[in-house]
């Protein structure tokens, strides 16, 4: 029963799609299967089986392309499946259609707990390819969105590039080399790197994508990633997320002179200190921190409409020390930053339209104190009545 619904729902998918996109999509049918994709925090309900080793990098790379029969060999362990099972089409190849399998965590033998009944083929549920931006109506491409997983995925996809907006790449098996082989892609805003392990002039290798908006680099590890540019600019780009930066000066200085239009940031270390060695770009409305702590001198733009600083072993005088020289900040965040009541006058003079002081050390007292002096304020955790 199990297999004959997902063979009807993986079908149904596949012809749906048919109706979207404007490709011709092959009857054959490929798999990527997601597991592990639900929230489960809270304690498991009795009967119910998880398996954390789901979510390792290594088990989504040996499912990014996979048989029906690989499929339901995850998806059924002695008799208990996934609480949900979304199917779409993601892609195709030339000669099949990819079908991305995105599955709960939570396994249960319990029929009453599978979720979609009303379509008929408990736990799965159809849906059409993600829409591209702004859409509004008429055919589009399935490539809008693409991933890339190795060799095979990047051929096809210089075939397609044109029609590529958002690109995320799973492997860093093209690194060595600057992304040399990834193709031009005229039309991509969005560039997901999720296993990068560029090093010198890191940014250079995206300096040919002229419409590039947003850049998300998650590096494998810090090695020697600097994010120098060769002399080139990303003069596009608005958005920038680098995880795992190295504890030592990475060239945070060239950012105003690589890209001139930058708006948001996204910095985290690797567990330790976020060496932040000079100037943030002026032109930077939103910045975002996360780390153990700060190395370096950093210098903060004067106004910023929104900050957050999670900096589990800082202490008040560290984001004293930060906050030198900013004027004007709209929003903060200090959410799991360990500071205490000495801080609260020194957010006084901000007139913040949104304070999260959630996790940190600061008393309800210095909360009430704060929100008698800045009433408009919203605030969290909410000050006691």
């Known amino acids: 029963m199990f297999a004959e619904r997902f063979a009807a729902s993986s079908r149904a998918a596949w012809e749906f799609a048919r109706t979207l996109v404007s490709e011709d999509l092959p009857e054959p049918l490929l798999f990527r299967v997601r597991l592990n994709q ?105 490539h809008v969105r693409s991933e890339c997983w190795g060799r095979s ?47 010198s002039e890191a940014l250079s290798a995206f300096v040919r994508f002229p419409r590039l908006r947003n850049l998300r680099l998650y590096l494998d590890e810090p ?17 920038l997320t680098v995880t795992c930066l190295p504890p030592r000066p990475w060239a945070l200085g060239t950012l105003s002179d690589i890209a001139p239009r930058l708006n948001r940031i996204d910095l985290s270390s690797g567990g330790g200190d976020l060496w932040l060695d000079g100037a943030f770009p002026t032109s930077l409305s939103e910045v975002s921190l996360s780390a153990a702590g700060l190395a370096g001198s ?45 801080v609260v006058p020194l957010l006084e003079r901000y007139d913040l339209d949104a304070l999260n002081l959630v996790d940190t050390e600061v008393t309800p007292t210095a909360l009430a104190r704060f929100h008698a002096a800045q009433p408009r304020t919203r605030l969290l955790p909410r000050p006691p009545a």
């Open 153 to 199: 995925d990047l051929d096809h996809g210089a075939t397609v590039s044109d029609r590529v907006w958002s690109f995320t790449l799973m492997t860093d098996e093209f690194d060595a080399d600057l992304l040399a082989a990834v193709p031009d892609m005229p039309n991509v805003e969005v560039f997901e790197h999720r296993r990068c392990a560029l090093g």
């Open 223 to 239: 090695g020697n990633f600097h994010a120098g540019a060769a002399g080139g600019r990303l003069g596009a780009l608005t958005g």
């Open 38 to 142: 639900s929230y489960d925090g809270h304690a498991p309900r009795p009967g119910e089986v998880r398996f954390p080793q789901d979510g390792s990098r290594r088990r989504a790379m040996g499912l990014s392309r996979c048989d029906a029969e690989t499929v339901l060999a995850e998806l059924w362990r002695d008799h208990h499946v996934p609480e949900w099972v979304n199917l779409a089409v993601v892609g195709e190849t030339g000669t099949a259609t990819v079908v991305e399998v995105v599955c709960c965590g939570r396994f249960t033998r319990d029929d009453s707990r599978l979720y979609h009944s009303e379509e008929g083929a408990p736990p799965f549920h159809v849906l059409g390819p993600a829409l591209p931006p702004g859409h509004e109506g008429g055919r589009y491409s399935v």
């Open 298 to 342: 950093p210098r903060l733009p004067a106004r910023l409409d929104r900050l957050t600083v999670r900096l589990t072993s800082a202490a008040d005088d560290d984001l004293a020390e930060l906050l030198e020289g900013v004027t004007h900040i709209g929003s903060l965040t200090l959410s799991g930053t360990p500071v205490g009541d000495t």
